[in-house]
Structure formats: structure tokens, C-alpha cells
């Protein structure tokens, strides 16, 4: 519910429901992946590998709409509305997959049903994650691909091969790329490596 609030009400800090939403469009918007200019520009407190994969429905809309005006002014409504609700969506579902990474990682720590149960559920309901899940924000992929990594780090009790060891530094790198403050999640896996010897942890 809410994923249509403030679509036309214009983009800048004191017009949407969300003010850095207004942050992630004027990013997205100055990025052009049909005639390739993929330049993203900066981004404060925040990585860029969101911007991307929000260019991607942007550059779909652009197709469909088969125009090549400019959409570069992110105060304006027009042509806005429709990315901005594809957008929030894609929040959304990425959430929910978080909270199925959330259930998995306390499942391969804990080998038990109910405490990963609580855990996922816990993370469903907590008020700020249920809000920024509605908008257009960073925040969301970031929480995945942590999750994915303190995931994956747990199944290095089992396994320290280049297989498990590539996608976790991949996703930790990527994780970075989004919100970087988030590149600390690298230590999860490395402080498991020093601290869970085997037989292949060379």
C-alpha cells in the first residue's frame, strides 16, 4: 500500500513523500542507456549501482513511449510518475527477497526453524524498513546484499572454496557500490576465514 502516493505531485526535497527520493531520480534521470551514457554522476552519501539497475525500466519506458525528449528535469511531473511507481516496486521486491535471506542466514547459523522464523519476521515489521521499502531509495539493495553476504559467510563452516569465496566478494563489492558505508560488510567473511580454520583455508 502506498506506492502510488505523491507519483504527481513533482520531484524536489519539499514535494515528495520521500525527500531523497528526489536524490535517486535526478540520478537516474541523467543517465541514458539507449544512447549509451552510462556516466552516473555523484552521489553524496551513496554508491551508484542503483542508479543502473533503475535505468534500466527508465530506458523500457523510453522505448514504449518510442519519444526522445528530454526527462532531465526531475522537478518536473511529466514522464516521471510511471518510472517512480516501477521503481517503488522494485523496492519492494527486493525487500521481500531480503527477508527470505534474513530467514536463511539465522536457519544455516542456528540449523533451527522457529528462531529464523522470529528473525524474518522481526525484520518484516521493523517501522523504518517498512517505510523506505515504499520509496524509490538505496537503503533496500543495500540490506540485500548484506544479507547475502552474512548468508553466504555462515556457509563458509562448511566450504572455503573460490565458489563461495568469488560471489561473496562480488556482492560485498557491490554492496558498496551502493551505500558505501555497506563496504564494511566485507570484515563478515574475513574475520570468518582467520577464525574458522579447515582443511582448504589456504
Known amino acids: 500500500m502506498g506506492l502510488s502516493w505523491g507519483l504527481n505531485s513533482g520531484y524536489g526535497h519539499d514535494l515528495n513523500f520521500q525527500p531523497d ?9 541523467q543517465l541514458d ?3 549509451g551514457r552510462i556516466k552516473a554522476p ?3 552519501f551513496e554508491g551508484t549501482f542503483n542508479y543502473y539497475l533503475w535505468a534500466v525500466p527508465h530506458a523500457v519506458l523510453k522505448l514504449a513511449a518510442n519519444k526522445h ?5 526531475s522537478v518536473n511531473t511529466q514522464g516521471h510518475a510511471a518510472l517512480l511507481y516501477i521503481c517503488r516496486w522494485m523496492s519492494v521486491l527486493v525487500d521481500v527477497c531480503t527477508i527470505v535471506i534474513v530467514f536463511l542466514a539465522i536457519k544455516e547459523a542456528t540449523r533451527r526453524f522457529y528462531p529464523s522464523l522470529l528473525g ?3 525484520y518484516a515489521v521493523l517501522p523504518m524498513q517498512v517505510i523506505y521499502a515504499h520509496f524509490m531509495r538505496t537503503h533496500i539493495l543495500s540490506n540485500l546484499l548484506c ?8 556457509k563458509l563452516r562448511k566450504s572455503q572454496s573460490w565458489h563461495l569465496l568469488l560471489p561473496i566478494g562480488v556482492i560485498s563489492g557491490l554492496g558498496a557500490a551502493t551505500r558505501y558505508p555497506v563496504g564494511i560488510i566485507v570484515v563478515i567473511p574475513c574475520l570468518y576465514l582467520l ?8
Do not use: H, Q
Not at 527520493?21 to 534521470?29: K, P
Open 120 to 122: 524474518a519476521l522481526c
Open 21 to 29: 527520493e528526489f536524490v535517486s531520480l535526478r540520478g537516474v534521470l
Open 42 to 44: 555523484g552521489a553524496y
Open 195 to 202: 577464525f574458522t580454520p579447515s582443511e582448504s583455508s589456504w
Open 33 to 35: 542507456l539507449l544512447a
Open 147 to 154: 544479507a547475502l553476504v552474512i548468508w553466504l559467510s555462515f
Open 69 to 73: 525528449a528530454d526527462l532531465s528535469d
